[in-house]
């Protein structure tokens, strides 16, 4: 299972990109929002996790779908491997 750090820097990239596709300012993107151009940096910085109700408000404004959001988020996990969990086992016996 990814870390939660993996999935905030994998939406943050999306988000980014599909800006940059969407030909918009990150000043343009906050005020369709209603919000702080400093929230979109956190956004896109991955300091800031994206939540579905970000996703949902975003993606119109992006030109695509909450869906297609999610799944190119998807498809981006896909290509990034897991952690590797070492656990050591003791025996008590």
Partial sequence: ?????ILKQIAATILRRSRISAKLKREALAASLNISKSAIDKM???VY???LTDIIRLAPILNMSAAEFVAQIEAELKKT?????TETLSSNG
């Fill in 81 to 85: 491997p897991p952690p590797q969990h």
């Fill in 49 to 51: 996790h994206i939540k």
């Fill in 1 to 5: 299972m990814h870390s939660d750090a």
């Fill in 44 to 46: 896109e910085q991955g």
